[in-house]
């Protein structure tokens, strides 16, 4: 039988306010053909190193094969995905997943080209990765692997320029669960949709209203993932949504499944990696 756990890393102080989590992936082996495998999207990016064995995703109808020793990052996603280790055999990952407020003052990328893709870390800055990914490849030990990766971050921080409208306008789609729209956005800053648009597409990938709907979808989730049933978060639900019709819509968006389907089958994957 498969077993896979999340054991989560403390970040270094100074990354802390930009990365929502840190955690090392591994399991014994591919994961039991019944579990669907499935990532739902949390509004994360993910930098993430394969220390042994690959991974294999699926987003959308494009599938992303990470090699072993492989620096990859994944951009925005907003679809549901798909995910085991490449070989049948032991797997072990560390993972960075950065807040919205992160990943930009780290890499400046074309975000909107990364959006619901993992792309080598090679092929976006080259040279430096290269001799990070090589170095980390040849530690044995996870504990420097995590050491030489945060060394990394803490220096790409140094030249970092926040952009203080983007990050007001992160927080208060944060602070509002994702219920505000982008007029209300514009009321309390002053600027144009089309200009917060430019922003976020800049620095995330998406509009503030394609990440709202993320946010707003990740209260249901981390409550059904928690062990609530999806009956007793009907009530719950109309927090968020109009009416069933549009729940349903965003369930079978970020799932790709619905919701009597996805209670009546094996989905650990996704409620461990939501909840750890």
Same mark, same amino acid.
């Given at each position: 039988?498969?077993? !896979?756990?999340?054991?989560?890393?403390?970040?270094?102080?100074?990354?802390?306010? !930009?990365?929502?989590?840190?955690?090392?992936? /591994?399991?014994?082996?591919?994961?039991?053909?019944?579990?669907?495998?499935?990532?739902?999207?949390?509004?994360?990016?993910?930098?993430?190193?394969?220390?042994?064995?690959? $991974?294999?995703?699926?987003?959308?109808?494009?599938?992303?094969?990470?090699? %072993?020793?492989?620096?990859?990052?994944?951009?925005?996603?907003?679809?549901?995905?798909?995910?085991?280790?490449? %070989?049948?055999?032991?797997?072990?990952?560390?993972?960075?997943?950065?807040?919205? $407020?992160?990943?930009?003052?780290?890499?400046?990328?074309?975000?909107?080209?990364? +959006?619901?893709?993992?792309? =080598?870390?090679?092929?976006?800055?080259?040279?430096?990765?290269?001799?990070?990914?090589?170095?980390?490849? %040849?530690?044995?030990?996870?504990?420097?692997?995590?050491? $030489?990766?945060?060394?990394?971050?803490? +220096?790409?921080? %140094?030249?970092?320029?926040?952009?203080?409208?983007?990050?007001?306008?992160?927080?208060?789609? !944060?602070?509002?669960?994702?219920?505000?729209?982008?007029?209300?956005?514009?009321?309390?800053?002053?600027?144009?949709?089309?200009?917060?648009?430019?922003?976020?597409?800049?620095?995330? =990938?998406?509009?503030? +209203?394609?990440?709202?709907?993320?946010?707003? !979808?990740?209260?249901?989730?981390?409550?059904?993932?928690?062990?609530?049933? $999806?009956?007793?978060?009907?009530?719950?639900?109309? /927090?968020?949504?109009?009416?069933? @019709?549009?729940?349903?819509?965003?369930?079978?968006?970020?799932? =790709?499944?619905?919701?009597?389907?996805?209670?009546? @089958?094996?989905?650990?994957?996704?409620?461990?990696?939501?909840?750890?």
């Amino acid at each position: 039988m498969t077993t !896979f756990s999340f054991n989560p890393v403390t970040p270094h102080p100074l990354l802390q306010p !930009f990365i929502a989590k840190m955690w090392v992936f /591994e399991s014994s082996g591919r994961l039991p053909a019944l579990d669907r495998k499935l990532i739902v999207p949390n509004a994360n990016f993910k930098l993430a190193f394969t220390s042994r064995n690959g $991974l294999v995703a699926r987003v959308e109808d494009k599938t992303f094969t990470q090699q %072993e020793n492989e620096l990859s990052f994944t951009g925005l996603v907003d679809s549901a995905v798909m995910l085991d280790p490449k %070989e049948d055999v032991q797997t072990a990952t560390i993972v960075v997943e950065f807040n919205p $407020l992160g990943a930009y003052r780290f890499f400046q990328l074309p975000y909107t080209e990364v +959006k619901n893709k993992i792309v =080598g870390m090679t092929d976006l800055l080259g040279k430096q990765v290269s001799v990070l990914q090589q170095q980390m490849g %040849e530690e044995r030990s996870v504990k420097k692997k995590l050491q $030489l990766l945060q060394s990394f971050l803490l +220096k790409r921080l %140094e030249n970092a320029t926040p952009d203080l409208i983007y990050d007001f306008c992160i927080n208060r789609i !944060f602070e509002n669960k994702g219920l505000i729209t982008v007029a209300q956005l514009e009321k309390e800053t002053g600027y144009s949709a089309r200009w917060l648009h430019k922003k976020f597409t800049a620095n995330l =990938g998406t509009g503030a +209203k394609n990440l709202a709907e993320i946010i707003r !979808f990740k209260q249901f989730y981390q409550a059904y993932s928690t062990g609530a049933d $999806l009956f007793h978060l009907k009530e719950y639900m109309y /927090e968020y949504y109009y009416d069933q @019709s549009h729940f349903l819509r965003a369930f079978k968006r970020f799932t =790709g499944s619905t919701p009597t389907d996805l209670q009546n @089958s094996i989905n650990e994957l996704a409620t461990r990696h939501y909840t750890s």
